[in-house]
């Protein structure tokens, strides 16, 4: 008994000290295995501890069985010891005597383990000799018991202080997580910089090799991958990677709103691209948790590895209570750029509508009431409540622009901006820039992020006048905005979506440019949903006098000047013109009259090209006017296309610089500039 004293004072490890206890014992009591159990009433099971055994016996460490068929579990609970001398003829514990049946055992001696304060377990012994236990050996071992229950409630003690502290430790480690992720949460609106700080915190209690962050797109039903943080990976997993949300594991936790751990082979089971690249990655182990805020989901946190089976449920438990920080984090952050997105559009279509309002070339209304204007505002009015793509066509001058601000006005979006981009007056290089906009550092010179023109004109029209001068290799980005409603600006890959009605103008032949591949069929296919002509001013000469009195009220008023009458034969004179620069030419010719004019009499300075009446038909003119007259008609047919195989300077016959050269000596310029 001294030396077991000494033995059990010396070994706090339970195995050690059953190891140790059973040499000593074998000196005075027969025995082939000693084992230590103790009861789960919580499971209702009695669980084996450790065991020391000179046979291979069924009976392991870990081994649980119930209370009910225990014999453990009758010591237990009668607190008195129990020796079984034939346990062949003991027919009580159907399970656990048919475990120690099958190794041979044949006699069994069972003592409680009870201290002072508590019922610990039970220890027992058992012999492949029947009988093996007598009184002498009983009163011994229930000595051997009572000194053993002592140091077994210590172990038990000391285990459950270390785990205790072991837990206090982890929640230590687990709230200094959450306070520095919640410091990372207030230094930082950046999602890159976000997880990559959020990455760096859970490192140290979750081992994991990737992090990312995706947020939900709930109109598109779809996730987009927003940032990730994966050193090891081989690049096929980037930013802005976008994936639906049906058949990955991700859309899962979207719909269900709980975390997910996924393993192994249940990767397999999801079938969607993305899933495949993380299998190809080699991540072989996931943790994803939602992104719920009060108002929506927002989309997903995700840790995976490139070992099976690296996260438990108290790592998702964690993971989760991190996500709710970040997930009103992100929503935070997302109102900010939205909001700064906003207020960036705002400022950017105040300047824009500055410059309308002060723009010169403006119509407050069409004027005109013959029957080819008609005919044109019917078409007007008809495709007006519509969303479709509208092109008009028309000689230069002939008031297309008023057509455009028209079926603005007319359309559901007319409490939205009506945004104008003339395509012939910007450089080539810049035009793509003017469209959809850059990022900073796009380009040299871009020193600032700039919002395109389909950005400002969300919601509402977008009017393109000259578009049949988009260049060829822009033109693809213009069809993709027309048909899928989104684009990239310059020097960034993240989708802008927007909501665009389109207007295009032009005065050129788009058809022969088609077919001369001039410009993409698609395209041309895209724009000329609903064409619109907009007849020249010399088809609708009944509407020359309303024009002349409106230009002339018009800048009569702005001039502070006062028009009271225009005389009939210059009325009429006016009438007869041709005006190959159309309405626009007649405004300017009105806008000199009201300046040179005197009196409440118009007196309009009729036009240098003016038709038959002043001569006769067979009148010789000076060689100079017939070559100014030729060219004139010549430009006029082209609408003052000089260059190219249908061109003005072909149609002469002469070189482009030539006929450039001759129109500059003869004074002939494009009306309207």
């Known amino acids: ?64 069985i119930p209370m009910q068929d225990s014999v453990r579990q009758l010591v237990w609970e009668n607190q008195r010891p129990l020796v079984i001398s034939n346990l062949e003829a003991d027919t009580r514990f159907p399970i656990a005597g048919d475990l120690l049946r099958q190794d041979g055992v044949k006699s069994l001696c069972v003592l409680p383990l009870t201290t002072a304060h508590r019922r610990v377990g039970a220890m027992g012994l058992g012999s492949v000799e029947a009988s093996a236990y007598d009184a002498a050996d009983l009163e011994f071992l229930r000595q051997v018991a009572a000194q053993v229950a002592v140091a077994v409630d210590n172990a038990l003690n000391s285990q459950s202080a270390q785990i205790y502290q072991q837990e206090l430790a982890r929640e230590r480690d687990r709230l200094r997580l959450l306070l520095e992720v919640n410091n990372a949460l207030v230094s930082t609106l950046d999602l890159h910089q976000l997880l990559r700080a959020i990455s760096a915190c859970l490192r140290r209690v979750m081992n994991h090799d990737y992090a990312s962050l995706a947020l939900y797109e709930p109109a598109a039903q779809q996730l987009r991958l927003h940032a990730l943080e994966f050193p090891q990976g081989k690049g096929l997993l980037q930013e802005e990677m976008t994936f639906p ?35 190809a990655e080699g991540l072989r182990s996931a943790c994803i948790v939602p992104l719920i805020t009060a108002n929506r989901t927002v989309g997903t946190l995700g840790l995976s590895s490139l070992r099976p089976g690296a996260f438990t449920q108290e790592d998702a438990d964690l993971l989760m209570r991190v996500a709710n920080q970040v997930a009103i984090s992100i929503e935070n952050a997302l109102a900010y750029r939205e909001i700064a997105e906003l207020k960036n559009q705002l400022a950017d279509e105040k300047l824009y509508l500055e410059e309308e309002i002060r723009t010169e070339y403006t119509f407050e209304e069409v004027v005109g009431e013959s029957p080819a204007l008609k005919r044109v505002l019917s078409q007007v009015e008809t495709v007006a409540p519509t969303d479709s793509s509208v092109l008009i066509l028309g000689e230069t001058g ?45 380009f040299t010179g871009a020193i600032a992020q700039k919002v395109g023109r389909f950005e400002l004109a969300h919601g509402g ?25 989104e684009f990239e600006r310059l020097g960034s890959t993240r989708t802008q979506r927007v909501d665009v ?40 000469t009944e509407d020359v006098p309303l024009l002349v009195r409106y230009f002339a009220q018009k800048h009569a008023r702005r001039m502070d000047r006062r028009v009271e009458s225009i005389p009939s034969e ?51 003119v000076t060689l100079e006017a017939a070559e100014r007259q030729h060219i004139l008609r010549a430009l006029q047919e082209t609408h003052w296309v000089i260059a190219g195989v249908n061109g003005a300077a072909a149609r002469l016959g002469m070189k482009r610089t030539t006929l450039q050269s001759r129109m500059s000596k003869l004074g002939i310029s494009r009306p309207g500039r």
């Open 570 to 620: 210059e009325m009429e004179a006016l009438t007869r013109y041709p005006w190959p620069g159309n309405v626009r030419e007649l405004e300017n010719l009105i806008e000199r009259a009201v300046i040179l004019s005197r009196g409440p009499t118009l007196h309009v300075p009729l036009p240098e090209n003016h038709p038959a009446g002043d001569a006769s038909p067979t009148s010789v």
């Open 1 to 64: 008994m001294l030396q077991v004293s000494e033995s059990i004072a010396s070994h706090r490890d339970l195995p050690e000290l059953f190891r140790s206890l059973a040499a000593l014992l074998h000196r005075l009591v027969t025995f082939d295995f000693i084992c230590l159990t103790l009861p789960d009433p919580a499971r209702g099971i009695v669980k084996v501890h450790v065991l020391e055994s000179s046979f291979p016996t069924r009976f392991q460490p870990g081994l649980e």
């Open 501 to 540: 009605r389109v207007v295009a103008a032009t005065n050129r032949d788009l058809t022969q440019m088609v077919e001369d591949r001039l410009f993409r069929s698609d395209l041309f296919y895209r724009l000329n949903v609903f064409p619109i002509v907009v007849p020249p001013l010399r088809d609708r």
């Open 245 to 279: 949300i049906e058949g990955t594991p991700s859309g899962q936790v979207i719909v269900t709103r709980q975390p997910l751990i996924i393993t192994g082979a249940d990767l397999d089971r999801y079938k969607a691209a993305v899933s495949q690249l993380v299998i």
């Open 461 to 485: 029209t977008l009017f393109l006048d000259e578009v049949g001068d988009i260049p060829l290799e822009l033109q693809p980005k213009l069809l993709r905005v027309l048909q899928e409603k």
């Open 398 to 442: 002939t008031g297309k622009e008023v057509i455009a601000r028209a079926i603005h006005d007319l359309s559901p979006r007319h409490n939205r901006t009506f945004v104008k981009v003339n395509c012939a007056a910007i450089p080539t290089g810049l035009l793509e820039s003017e469209l959809f906009g850059h990022e900073k550092g796009a």
